[in-house]
């Protein structure tokens, strides 16, 4: 299984329109991050993790030519502004199918509601297939994907994990028995938004506890903002098995 990070940056992305911190004006290529989304793919199967307003770059970035559906953690904006470029792969392939909780669904369905319009649709809209998802197990592309629930401030939000890999962002706090779900999983993905506390996401601290917890061999830290820090200083002091992900960074699990 090959794993992209097609984004790392939180809701802004970094840069941030018109900053001057210096994480933003970095020329390292490691301080630039997208909206999060990762693109997972096994024997001829490619799925994405979320799809924001990053979405058509990512997908020209990675040569993505073909995907076979798209898994929603939840419905925040830097999660799902991009949906309306599936155009592209919905002309190539037809109905483009999307997994998510029910009440992203029905969010989607009001923020997109052209995508779902069953009279006189605009001739370029693309058609999507929806396939919710219960806090159990489901199947794609002859894979079983299990969904660990966790709340991001009062919004339940998604992780998934895939064989031996974990990708949960958007998390504040994850009861015992979801943790349970992943416990020593060989890669896990968890968002680390800055150094301060914020009511919504883990700071660097609570993420490096939720990583003891779960205990697994490497951890990737994603949903990244300026405030953390430069990317190759804010590296040097994490534990050994601890990794800041990257836009572009590839892993084969
Ligand atoms: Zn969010
Ligand atoms: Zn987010």
Same mark, same amino acid.
């Given at each position: 299984?090959?794993?992209?990070?097609?984004?790392?940056?939180?809701?802004?992305?970094?840069?941030?329109?018109?900053?001057?911190?210096?994480?933003?004006?970095?020329?390292?290529?490691?301080?630039?991050?997208?909206?999060?989304?990762?693109?997972?793919?096994?024997?001829?199967?490619?799925?994405?993790?979320?799809?924001?307003?990053?979405?058509?770059?990512?997908?020209?970035?990675?040569?993505?030519?073909?995907?076979?559906?798209?898994?929603?953690?939840?419905?925040?904006?830097?999660?799902?502004?991009?949906?309306?470029?599936?155009?592209?792969?919905?002309?190539?392939?037809?109905?483009?199918?999307?997994?998510?909780?029910?009440?992203?669904?029905?969010?989607?369905?009001?923020?997109?509601?052209?995508?779902?319009?069953?009279?006189?649709?605009?001739?370029?809209?693309?058609?999507?297939?929806?396939?919710?998802?219960?806090?159990?197990?489901?199947?794609?592309?002859?894979?079983?994907?299990?969904?660990?629930?966790?709340?991001?401030?009062?919004?339940?939000?998604?992780?998934?994990?895939?064989?031996?890999? $974990? @990708? !949960? &962002?958007?998390?504040?706090?994850?009861?015992?028995?979801?943790? /349970?779900?992943? #416990?020593?999983?060989?890669?896990? =993905?968890?968002?680390?938004?800055?150094?301060?506390?914020?009511?919504?996401?883990?700071?660097?601290?609570?993420?490096?506890?939720?990583?003891?917890?779960?205990?697994?061999?490497? $951890? @990737? !830290? &994603?949903?990244?903002?300026?405030?953390?820090?430069?990317?190759? /200083?804010?590296? #040097?002091?994490?534990?050994?098995? =601890?990794?800041?992900?990257?836009?572009?960074?590839?892993?084969?699990?």
């Amino acid at each position: 299984m090959k794993v992209t990070f097609l984004g790392t940056g939180t809701s802004q992305g970094i840069p941030i329109i018109g900053s001057k911190h210096p994480v933003c004006l970095s020329s390292n290529s490691k301080d630039k991050r997208l909206r999060v989304s990762i693109l997972v793919e096994w024997e001829g199967n490619t799925y994405v993790v979320d799809c924001g307003p990053d979405f058509r770059y990512q997908m020209l970035r990675a040569g993505v030519e073909k995907i076979n559906g798209i898994l929603f953690t939840h419905e925040h904006t830097d999660h799902v502004m991009g949906l309306d470029d599936i155009r592209p792969f919905y002309f190539r392939q037809g109905d483009v199918s999307l997994y998510g909780h029910k009440r992203v669904l029905k969010s989607l369905k009001k923020r997109f509601d052209y995508v779902f319009k069953t009279k006189n649709r605009y001739p370029g809209a693309p058609s999507v297939i929806l396939n919710r998802i219960k806090n159990k197990p489901f199947e794609i592309g002859g894979l079983e994907v299990l969904p660990i629930n966790g709340r991001h401030a009062e919004l339940q939000v998604f992780g998934f994990k895939f064989n031996d890999f $974990a @990708y !949960l &962002t958007d998390m504040k706090t994850v009861k015992d028995k979801e943790v /349970e779900k992943i #416990k020593n999983v060989r890669v896990l =993905v968890i968002n680390a938004l800055r150094i301060e506390p914020h009511r919504s996401h883990f700071n660097l601290e609570e993420a490096l506890e939720f990583i003891k917890r779960v205990n697994p061999e490497k $951890a @990737y !830290l &994603t949903h990244i903002s300026h405030l953390l820090g430069f990317h190759d /200083e804010v590296e #040097k002091t994490l534990p050994e098995n =601890v990794f800041l992900a990257y836009d572009e960074l590839q892993l084969t699990i």
